[in-house]
């Protein structure tokens, strides 16, 4: 289904399609934080008791699972030990096993993080040692693809990992949920150690960072999608998912179908039509599918997309996801590994060249807490700028390791700052009723740039008239 297609079908349902029925004002800030309504102290005391018992069931549950992959030794010196330790004489002598130290971590979004340390004498030599136990809040998750993800990324380059050392993918074990444990990464996230790192060290970070970017964006594909793992070691990227309920009129256009190569505007068309078929009873849906459809079309025949490869994408490269570690020789400050991958898919380019702006500007100056509630919209005018000197040689440095002119150009140019937010509404749909506002929003500033645009295109047509 094209985009004349949905606007003939709106035009049935007598849906309006015009800029009016979109509502394409400006949103205010205010605006967005009034839609965040107060919470009152019963409801923040009913959420402290059931984070309490999260919590407890964690570190339950956590430790059953320990006991379970590394029981107490049972060998001829462990049953002496435990035979001497009987006796108040010899116990002193005989010291007993140890229980793994557990502790919770911060987590992200989609993981539960907790620490473990085990006694070498309860384990193998893989698993000696720090480990990080990550458990999905969603019972739906594919660990199983999460792991790929890292075997993948693992193969096709060279970027520093996380290394998992026990899985389960069943729920079958004593946290009734699919699991990764993976040895822990020395150093701690840049978050965390960047306020503490010297100028020159925020460079070493920010080169690094950079060619992060850089080799991200070299793995390259001819299909949009996920990355799937399959049994025989190969891998296969297939279709983003469309998690919706669908009907069964709507099944035949949400399947995937046999694709070959795509271009960026296939990417678009296939994801927006699919959506339309299960998100079509909402108004604002229905007014906005098409808008979408027509956006990425003339996008599409501006230009806008020429040369755009299909690139393999982190897409949470935040500072929080990625481990720095200061050598205590040298004093370098060097990335030991990227974590969080499991988001990770084949995008555009420019879905990767998000400018990682906490190297170069203080986040809470912009009023950081509203960006979320513009995401997936972008925000103008906050990239371009580094706060000082310092700032503006970390943003050099970072742009020139990244690819510098190349980089810059998928980063900065407001057509792919406003084909960021278009593709994350693509891939997830309006997941909350802030990606309505950034749907909006988007729209209204692409028919400001698209006159530009064409301005510019009839001027340089002159031009070569003129000569």
């Known amino acids: 289904m094209d985009s004349n297609e949905l606007t003939s079908t709106i035009s049935d349902r007598g849906a309006t399609t015009s800029e009016e029925g979109l509502d394409l004002a400006p949103v205010k800030m205010s605006d967005l934080a009034a839609e965040s309504s107060p919470v009152n102290k019963d409801q923040e005391v009913e959420w402290a008791r059931e984070d309490a018992e999260e919590e407890a069931l964690l570190y339950q549950t956590t430790r059953k699972l320990c006991n379970d992959l590394w029981p107490t030794p049972n060998t001829l010196r462990w049953r002496l030990s435990n035979y001497f330790r009987q006796n108040p004489i010899w116990r002193a002598l005989f010291a007993a096993p140890k229980e793994p130290i557990i502790d919770r971590m911060q987590g992200g979004d989609l993981n539960y993080i907790m620490s473990i340390t085990l006694q070498a004498s309860h384990t193998s030599p893989k698993d000696q040692g720090d480990l990080i136990l990550r458990i999905p809040h969603d019972e739906e998750s594919r660990v199983d693809r999460d792991v790929g993800i890292l075997e993948y990324v693992r193969q096709h380059t060279g970027i520093p990992l996380p290394t998992v050392v026990r899985s389960d993918f069943t729920v079958n074990n004593a946290l009734e949920k699919p699991y990764t444990i993976q040895r822990r990464v020395p150093g701690s996230n840049i978050e965390a150690l960047w306020d503490n790192l010297t100028l020159s060290q925020r460079c070493q970070v920010a080169r690094q960072c950079g060619q992060l970017n850089s080799t991200l964006r070299g793995v390259k594909s001819s299909v949009a999608g996920l990355i799937e793992a399959r049994d025989n070691g190969t891998f296969e990227i297939i279709p983003f998912e469309i998690h919706k309920e669908q009907d069964d009129d709507a099944k035949s256009e949400v399947e995937p179908r046999p694709r070959g190569p795509q271009s960026i505007l296939d990417i678009f068309l296939t994801q927006y039509t699919r959506w339309f078929a299960v998100d079509n009873e909402a108004i604002a849906s229905v007014e906005l599918w098409p808008r979408l459809l027509d956006c990425v079309r003339e996008m599409d025949r501006l230009g806008c997309f020429d040369g755009i490869e299909i690139s393999l994408c982190h897409v949470d490269l935040h500072d929080c996801n990625v481990m720095v570690a200061v050598d205590p020789v040298d004093s370098s400050a060097n990335i030991t590994a990227v974590l969080d991958w499991d988001e990770a898919v084949f995008a555009p380019q420019f879905v990767q060249c998000e400018p990682p702006t906490w190297m170069w500007r203080d986040e ?87 006159e530009k645009m064409l301005s510019v295109k009839a001027d340089h047509t002159q031009q070569r008239i003129d000569r």
């Not at 002119?405 to 406003?418: D, K, P």
């Open 364 to 450: 809470d100056a912009v009023k950081v807490e509203f960006l979320d509630q513009c995401w997936p919209y972008e925000m103008p005018g906050l990239d371009m700028t580094a706060e000082g000197a310092d700032e503006a040689e970390i943003k050099r440095v970072f742009e020139e390791s990244a690819g510098g002119a190349e980089y810059r150009n998928l980063a900065y140019s407001e057509s792919f700052r406003l084909a960021r937010g278009l593709w994350r509404i693509a891939k997830d749909g309006f997941d909350a009723s802030h990606y309505y506002h950034a749907a909006r929003r988007i729209l209204r500033e692409w028919a400001v740039l698209r």
